[in-house]
T-cell receptor, first 113, second 115 residues
Framework: GENVEQHPSTLSVQEGDSAVIKCTYS??????FPWYKQELGKRPQLIID?????GEKKDQRIAVTLNKTAKHFSLHITETQPEDSAVYFC????????????FGTGTQLKVEL | GAGVSQSPRYKVAKRGQDVALRCDPI?????LFWYQQALGQGPEFLTY????????KSGLPSDRFFAERPEGSVSTLKIQRTQQEDSAVYLC?????????????FGQGTRLTVV
């Protein structure tokens, strides 16, 4: 089955700096890669996603890049703000699997003032 | 409702007790998923329904875990003879269809503590 690895497990940045979180996946059949943000005690919420026919996608301060050949994808957050502090999870799914998600182990992002 | 609703939010069970966790998906959502999230980890897939049909239960850790969605809407995850290793947050998610790339909306989860 699919295996998703995520790094780093913790990331501390100064307000205004950029943050990058990286994930790798094992199954070349995976074709959908969402990123979820989870604040303490709250539900995971989708912040951005990318499909395998696209190499990059951007939404305001958030961008995701995908390298299908290397089987890795990354989340980029620019101009970080304190409210960006949360745990971020990458995930992967594939056609035919009912869209079940395989998650990474999460990155605790802390944006310091 | 506006989102996926789960109840109870918190459940404390004595070891050996049976528990039932409820999920109300977004109205009209065909697909429903259960995930288990241990402390400090990412959610792990348990089972998947398309309408009332349970199409994938490969993630259920043992035969003590049972899920149902009899009318294709509300789902219940039942854990029999709970053990300490069952302590986790149980997340339910729903999506409009089962096609890859369809956004999954999560509930707030039920935090189960087995003592």
């Amino acid at each position: 089955g699919e295996n998703v690895e995520q790094h780093p497990s913790t990331l501390s940045v100064q307000e205004g700096d950029s943050a990058v979180i990286k994930c790798t996946y094992s199954d070349s059949a995976s074709n959908y890669f969402p990123w979820y943000k989870q604040e303490l005690g709250k539900r995971p919420q989708l912040i951005i996603d990318i499909r395998s026919n696209v190499g990059e996608k951007k939404d305001q301060r958030i961008a995701v890049t995908l390298n299908k050949t290397a089987k890795h994808f990354s989340l980029h957050i620019t101009e970080t703000q304190p409210e960006d502090s949360a745990v971020y999870f990458c995930a992967a799914s594939q056609q035919g699997g009912g869209n079940k998600l395989t998650f990474g182990t999460g990155t605790q992002l802390k944006v310091e003032l | 409702g506006a989102g996926v609703s789960q109840s109870p939010r918190y459940k404390v069970a004595k070891r050996g007790q049976d528990v039932a966790l409820r999920c109300d998906p977004i109205s009209g959502h065909v697909s429903l998923f259960w995930y288990q999230q241990a402390l400090g980890q990412g959610p792990e897939f348990l089972t998947y329904f398309q309408n009332e049909a349970q199409l994938d239960k490969s993630g259920l850790p043992s035969d003590r875990f049972f899920a149902e969605r009899p009318e294709g809407s509300v789902s219940t995850l039942k854990i029999q003879r709970t053990q300490q290793e069952d302590s986790a947050v149980y997340l339910c998610a729903s999506s409009l269809s089962g096609s890859s790339g369809t956004e999954a909306f999560f509930g707030q989860g039920t935090r189960l503590t087995v003592v």
